[in-house]
């Protein structure tokens, strides 16, 4: 993934796998008691790879957040 800047030497080359395990840093605390603490990795995962490749991740966990809110009330 590639963070674009207005300033083209400014952009940052980040590893997915370093973006995903961000997220579920993030995410976890805020999904304690929503989403069973066995599926929280598996279902960051699955709505991050659902959202394919992305080059700005300001609005990402929100995004990742709301799909995996959305997953668990499907579940349940």
Do not use: C, K, N, W
Request: glycine content about 4%; charged content about 25%.
């Amino acid at each position: 993934m590639t963070i674009h800047v207005s300033r083209p030497e400014l952009s940052v080359e980040l590893a997915p796998d370093v973006v995903e395990a961000d997220l579920l840093s993030a995410l976890r605390p805020r999904l304690t008691g929503v989403v069973p603490e066995g599926d929280v990795e598996r279902l960051v995962h699955e709505a991050y790879a659902a959202l394919g490749p992305v080059r700005v991740t300001t609005y990402l966990p929100i995004l990742v957040e709301r799909r995996v809110r959305q997953a668990a009330r499907v579940s349940a």
